[in-house]
């Protein structure tokens, strides 16, 4: 038995066996056993939440946004609907709204760029971004406490969210991507600003 073998417990190994389950490593067929997948040597893409902790991880998941909400943006001017524009300038009316009522902004600011997402007609944009979005979602508490604390900041970001907004309203794919990738820049530019305020704060011994 595996437990013989290894030195461990029962239990141990059905947790190790549960673990593969969960990964696709290993399937169970009733009356059989359990076996290794076709699939098994696919891995899944995953990030450890608890390392989405730190300034340097947001900045890192702000660098990966970066590259996939530029394509995103010029996909979507590319090929957007009258339908999915509406959409999008809901998805940004909420969050102009939401944030003027004094709110975080933090799940209408993912809502409005899963919209974008959608206008582009490709699957794979959306179903990343959805699997990126439990990060996404703490990264962006992040940046938008950030922002917030500056009014320069919130209106910065305002501004870009309309660029993009505009030039897949124009169908321009070069501006889009441009827009977006700017948003992001800014976006790191802005946590830079607080990991540099939080220093500061230290030293002098104020609260952050």
């Given at each position: 038995m595996l437990s013989e073998e290894f030195g461990v417990s029962r239990t141990v190994i059905r947790e190790a066996i549960s673990r593969l389950k969960y990964e696709g490593v290993v399937e169970s067929r009733q009356g059989s056993g359990v076996?290794?997948?076709e699939q098994a040597g696919i891995r899944p893409l995953r990030i450890d939440y608890t390392d989405t902790g730190t300034l340097e991880s947001v900045l890192q998941i702000?660098?990966?946004r970066r590259a996939i909400e530029a394509e995103v943006a010029a996909q979507a001017a590319r090929r957007r609907t009258d339908a999915t524009m509406t959409a999008i300038?809901?998805?940004?009316a909420r969050l102009d709204t939401e944030v003027a009522e004094g709110g975080d902004g933090v799940a209408a600011d993912v809502a409005f760029h899963r919209a974008i997402a959608a206008a582009t007609g490709n699957p794979y944009f959306l179903k990343t971004l959805e699997f990126l979005s439990q990060y996404l979602e703490a990264a962006t508490l992040?940046?938008?406490?950030?922002?917030?604390?500056?009014a320069d900041f919130s209106r910065q970001v305002r501004e870009e969210h309309q660029a993009i907004v505009a030039a897949?309203?124009?169908g321009d794919a070069l501006a889009a991507r441009n827009a977006a990738q700017n948003h992001m820049y800014n976006?790191?530019?802005?946590?830079s600003h607080l990991g540099q305020d939080e220093a500061d704060d230290e030293r002098s011994g104020m609260p952050s």
């Open positions: 076996f290794v997948t702000v660098e990966l300038d809901a998805a940004l992040v940046t938008r406490t950030n922002e917030a604390r500056r897949i309203r124009a976006a790191a530019r802005r946590l």
